[in-house]
């Protein structure tokens, strides 16, 4: 069963800018100690925080608050699967939230996707609730249980 759905656009120029003009601190307000420590390893680090700011943005908008409701920018955070898969690691408000919209006796599945085309890049975020047995038959998926 969906839970949400979300999607967004940003201008990787626009993020570069950002992080010239306001350095660590945009990033320290936005993004995780591990997300930084993947982005600043790559060659186009702005392209790797832009994605997962979209991400941000896409994972709120699926959890139907948007940064409002005591979801925090911090709260999501990009995370790989040991496939190398992309997915969220929900905490705080965020998780508070994600647990409100999950049935009982379900778990909430996070599925993720992330792109660039410079100048832009996009994410996609769908939760989706699934039994326990589910979940656990599909362990190498991001499932995060209430």
Same mark, same amino acid.
């Given at each position: 069963?969906?839970?949400?759905?979300?999607?967004?656009?940003?201008?990787?120029?626009? +993020? @570069?800018?950002?992080? @010239?003009?306001?350095?660590?601190?945009?990033?320290d307000?936005?993004?995780?100690?591990? @997300?930084?420590?993947?982005?600043?390893?790559?060659?186009?680090?702005?392209?790797?925080?832009?994605?997962?700011?979209?991400?941000?943005?896409?994972?709120?908008?699926?959890?139907?608050?948007?940064?409002?409701?005591?979801?925090?920018?911090?709260?999501?955070?990009?995370?790989?699967l040991?496939?190398?898969?992309?997915?969220?690691?929900?905490?705080?408000?965020?998780?508070?939230?994600?647990? @409100? +919209?999950?049935?009982?006796g379900?778990?909430?599945?996070?599925?993720?996707t992330?792109?660039?085309?410079?100048?832009?890049?996009?994410?996609?975020?769908?939760?989706?609730?699934?039994?326990?047995?589910?979940?656990?038959?599909?362990?190498?998926?991001?499932?995060?249980?209430?």
């Amino acid at each position: 069963m969906i839970l949400g759905i979300g999607s967004d656009l940003v201008d990787i120029r626009r +993020i @570069e800018q950002v992080i @010239e003009r306001f350095g660590d601190r945009f990033l320290d307000r936005v993004f995780t100690d591990l @997300e930084r420590r993947k982005c600043d390893r790559r060659a186009n680090r702005a392209a790797g925080y832009a994605r997962r700011f979209a991400a941000k943005e896409a994972c709120s908008k699926a959890l139907g608050t948007g940064f409002r409701c005591g979801v925090f920018w911090r709260d999501l955070g990009v995370i790989n699967l040991p496939s190398g898969q992309p997915s969220m690691q929900l905490t705080g408000g965020a998780l508070q939230r994600l647990n @409100e +919209i999950t049935p009982p006796g379900m778990v909430a599945r996070l599925d993720v996707t992330l792109t660039d085309e410079p100048p832009i890049a996009q994410a996609v975020v769908i939760i989706t609730a699934v039994t326990t047995s589910t979940a656990r038959q599909q362990s190498n998926l991001s499932v995060i249980a209430p």
